[in-house]
Each structure stands twice: as structure tokens, then as C-alpha cells.
């Protein structure tokens, strides 16, 4: 293992300096994942090349062992009836304490699979946990991969990684990077177009959302909420109102713009920044101290949106609270109840 390490991490470094010579940077990226060559995105023809933040990947021929790293690129394959060799463990929305989430750990129950490896990522990825699984690719499209991280993947298997910036790639991307990948794009488009029909018909439900504006906090901590964040417009969890019929809000658009980040961060003496804001979510905790912190404390509770309670903050770590961030199989399971919720916020505005 330790020889392993050695040389991966050697050619990572090789490898990072041609990046930094020759590859496109993250604000660079191609963000209609083309550049095949020899390929078909319809009928997944091989070899295929495909462009990405991080530089070109080049596959040679379908995949057989899939393997994924960081959030939810594992449950692409799976939605497509392909169990990966390894993926991330999950350290987020867990319910039960066996690192895979409910959605997923029900889809490999439907495929008759066993769980797959889990890698975990706690301190980074695990790169000989990675090695370990022989992988013919390994899937990253929504991910926080440096130049380092996919130097050294590389060196395992051919890696695709996100296609314009770090943990920014919108669920339908990552969909149709991810399939592509291994050699099932009309799969991928039949399955957005399945996500986008449940969406649609959830959404129709409920007509008090539409055109009402949402803004998405980051983790506030409830002992101290002098300085609020929140995600931008690149973010998937603002990308994901738009889905539900609404909008973003013009104070976050300006504030989005000018930065590729996906969160920033406001003093709570600027809250009436957002006073444009018609309904706030955000991640909070089971016992609503984050609730009760934000109606009391004195400047952000001037919020029209806190004064009103048009407020839906998602409970704690429970696997609900990972509904704001759509992820191929999780939106099927959660998307009657966030919607709810956030239609309920929706009626307070008047």
C-alpha cells in the first residue's frame, strides 16, 4: 500500500504541472461537456473524449467497473440498473448509521446488489481504497476534485470530472456527464425526462410557489448568527427552485455575480440586503434552535421573511434535510415532502 501511495503521489505531481501548463481552469470549463472525438452522445460510441474543468478525459471503451467518488455521482449509475465497484461513503443524511443513504441503499435492494465498497472521504479522498476496486472510470461531474486530487485519480482509471466549477454541476448534468460516461446517454436523457415529468406534476400541486423568491442558507450556526450564509446562484440548491417554480432573488443574483463560489457570506448588519427575499430555507436542527435564534436575535429578525415565518429550515442531518440538493435518486424520494413544506412557507407571503 505504501509503495502504492508513493507512486500515485509521484505522478500527481507530474501530472498537476501539465494541468497547470496546458488545462482548461475551473472558469474555463466547457459546460456542454462536448469535445468527443470518435463518439456519439446518443449511442455512446467508443472511444469517446470528453472535456472537463479539470482538462480532457479519454475513455477507450465502455466501462465494466465503475467506481465514484464525493456526492451522488455513484447514484447515476444505479439509477440505470449499473452497481458501481465503489463509491463515497455517506457522511451526510444517513439515517441508520450504515453510510448509505436510504434512496440509494433502497436501489440496490431493488437491483439485488450488495452495498458496494464504500470509500470514506472524511479526510479526502481515499486513493488506494480507490485503486483497490480496479476501476475502468471513475465519476466526479458534481464534485469538489483539486488539480492534485484528479492528477492523482488519474493515475487509476480515466476520471470525469465536473464540467465548469467545484460542486456546481446541476442534477441534469450531472445525469448526462455521468451516463455518457459509461456508455448509457439515452438512459441518462430518458431518466431526466422521467425526474422532470415527477417534478412537474409535484409542482402543479401546489400554484402558491410560483414566482415566489427563495434564498437558501448555508449552516448557520445557532449560537451565533452574526454573520449569515448562503448559497449563490450557481449553487444546485438555488438551481433547484427555479425547477419548483421559483426564483432567485435579485439580491442574490447581484451578489452571484462576479464570483464562480457557490456560497458566500453576509454580516447580519446587512440583512436588509435581502429584504427582497419572499421565503428562507436553510438547514436547521430538531429542536429548532436555529429557528428560534434567527426570530430573536435583533437585526436578522428584521427580515420580512423571518418576521412573517415564511421560513422552512430542513430538519438536522435527517435524510430530508439532503432534499435541497437534487440528486438523481433523491429526488424521487423526497420531493413530495420538501415541496410541501416550502409551499406552506410559500402561503405566509402575502
Known sequence: MRSLRLRLLTAAA??????????????????????????????????????????????????????????????????????????????FGDDDGDKVLPWVEEKLGELGAKTPV???ETDGIDFEAVADTKPDIILASYSGLTKQDYATLS?????????????????????????????????????????????????????????KSAMF??????????????????????LFFEDLGLKT?????????????????????????????DIVTGYGDEQGKLAKALREDPLVS?????QRGSTYLLPGSAPL???ANPTP???????EDYVAALAKAADKVA
Open 217 to 238: 442558507m448555508t449552516h448557520v450556526d445557532p449560537g451565533d448568527v452574526s454573520q449569515i450564509g448562503f448559497y449563490t446562484a450557481h449553487d444546485t440548491r438555488t
Open 329 to 335: 435518486l433523491s429526488i424521487s424520494w423526497v420531493l
Open 155 to 211: 493515475q487509476i482509471a480515466p476520471v470525469v470530472a465536473y464540467p465548469d466549477a467545484p460542486w456546481a454541476t446541476p442534477w441534469r448534468e450531472i445525469i448526462r456527464t455521468n451516463s455518457k460516461a459509461i456508455g448509457l446517454a439515452d438512459k441518462g436523457e430518458k431518466l431526466i425526462k422521467d425526474l422532470e415529468g415527477q417534478i412537474g406534476r409535484t409542482v402543479a400541486k401546489y400554484p402558491q410557489l410560483k414566482g
Open 321 to 323: 434535510a439532503t432534499a
Open 302 to 306: 428584521k427580515l420580512p421573511a423571518i
Open 14 to 91: 507530474a501530472l498537476v504541472a501539465v494541468a497547470a501548463c496546458g488545462g482548461p481552469s475551473s472558469s474555463e470549463g466547457n459546460g456542454d461537456n462536448g469535445g468527443d472525438k470518435g463518439s456519439s452522445s446518443a449511442s455512446g460510441t467508443f472511444p469517446m473524449t470528453i472535456e472537463h474543468a479539470l482538462g480532457k478525459t479519454t475513455i477507450d471503451k465502455k466501462p465494466e467497473r465503475v467506481a465514484a467518488v464525493n456526492w451522488a455521482n455513484h447514484e447515476v449509475p444505479l439509477a440505470l440498473g449499473v452497481v458501481p465497484v465503489g463509491m463515497a461513503a455517506a457522511t
Open 249 to 277: 432573488p435579485a439580491s442574490i443574483a447581484a451578489a452571484s455575480k462576479g464570483t464562480d463560489k457557490f456560497a458566500l457570506t453576509r454580516s447580519a448588519e446587512q440583512i436588509d440586503l435581502f429584504n427582497d427575499v
Open 118 to 120: 464504500l470509500f470514506d
